[in-house]
């Protein structure tokens, strides 16, 4: 019988972090605030000081994702393992887990099988503490917010105004649309309100963008919290908030280091969601990894169409990086599930329904290529139902776009089942052929960004708005932010809004149904049809199989 992810984790032969730290990236223990045995913070100082040698950065991203699972974070820690092997030194950056996912649906971020980050335990649940940081910041300036109409209103909050709503680590519907401050006077003012999910939180994307202490507590003054009855915007600033919202994030903004399961670096660190948010990691881990390594291979969330544009057009724009290579994740299995095959039915063979889904995986190919600019790898996620002549049909297809085609097999193997991505990845790093550039250029108005992404990424044939969101676009661009860049929040399951329309579909229409300004973080959020910023748990979530024994192991963690 087949070890779960957990039992594989549990047997893991850990290395303690500061001789991991030291054999591995040369980091000293001064270095180092260790959380126990197996984690620790490197600190920003020693970062900053450290003159690196800046390696190559590969970026893994995906289809778009199906029930039947793609295993991106499995691949970027199994590809990081395999790149070792072959004698490059490379420290994988990864997300750090939401809860939301973990006791819903879609599962942790550690990995899975043999291509793991450990402890896998710590890493799923509350790992060092970073998002309760984050939410404790966010709901501070709530708090602080209607403190303040409480004391007098001295700012002049219009209460129907008020843009800012309170965040949980929890997918909770229920707290999707609130009333606060009910039960008399001392309570204060009733007004609506709500909940986000952290991951959603403008302040957890400040977070992953920051440079600096300097720099996120500046990001953190200019968050728009609320507006005048004139419609003036209100600032974190004139709350003077940002300074105790930078003193909570004092530890977590300092990149955490753990290992994989064969022992080599991985920093994690950060975690908003490409359906939602921008999809990447922190700017300061990435930068750091980059310092330790030859190779860095981070991911971006969800597929190629919102967490690699999001890590191009607003990661990359902000921060100066460069991907060198990127690795394109699929399976055969949901290749077929994107050409139309029932969930229960994706180990059968089925070269007709293989063909047709192979369109899906094709868009992002020439995104990545085309629109993103990077030379790509497609990384087969090996299932043993997978048949010769499914892999021939998609090298066909890839052939003809001159992209090659690795089967991996790092779950089941380790590093071992994936030194032919390696070589490849480091083939085409090396080759120098990386041209990248953006969707849409900084000077475009902010619909025609939303619109380039639409037609040029989603393979739709135009974007609409109703007259007022219409008007909020207006005047965002009108008051001075049209030079920022776009995040979408849309469906990651299809390239349309419709999660139902698989495969690559063209000529939809996207709806932009709601505008938000995001001015600490520096970009303009779209939300596009039916796609919620707190998501609901499932009729049967993932916490019901979560226990804990009298020894204190966890069970049914994946």
Partial sequence: MALSDIEIAQAAQLKPVMAMAAERLGIPPEALEPYGHYKA??????????????????????????????????TTVGLGDALNRIGKRAVIALREPSLGPVFGMKGGAAGGG????????????????????????HNLLAALIDNHIHHGNSLGFDSRRIVWKRVMDMNDRALRSTVISLGGAGNGFPREDGFDIVVASEVMAIFCLATSRKDLKERLGNIIVGYTREQAPIRARDLQAQ????????????????????????????GPFANIA????TVTATKAALKLGEYVVTEAGFGADLGAEKFIDIKCRKSGLRPDVAVVVATLRALKHHGGVDAKDLNTPNLPALEKGIANLERHVDNVRHRYGLPCVVSINH???DTQEELDLLRKHMDRQGVPVVVARHWAEGSAGAQELAREVVRLAESGTATMRYVYDDQDTLWEKMKAIATRVYGASDITADSAIRGKIQKLQADGYGHYPVCVAKTQYSFSTDPKLRGAPSGHVVNIREVRLAAGAEFI???????????????EPASVRIDIDDDGKISGLF
């Fill in 41 to 74: 913070k490197i600190d920003l100082g020693w970062i900053d000081r450290h003159p690196g040698t800046f390696g190559k950065l590969v970026l893994v991203t995906a289809i778009s994702p199906t029930p039947a699972g793609e295993g991106k974070t499995t």
């Fill in 114 to 137: 043999f291509a793991q980050v450990v402890p896998m335990e710590d890493i799923n649940l509350h790992f060092t503490g970073d998002f309760n940081a984050i939410a404790l910041a």
């Fill in 383 to 385: 299932f043993t139902s």
């Fill in 278 to 281: 921008h999809g990447c990691n």
């Fill in 243 to 270: 300074g105790a919202m930078a003193a909570l994030l004092k530890d977590a903004i300092k990149p955490n280091l753990v290992q994989t399961l064969e022992n080599n670096p991985a920093i994690i660190h950060g």
């Fill in 525 to 539: 959020v779209m939300i596009c049809g039916d796609i919620m910023t707190m998501p609901g748990l499932p009729k």
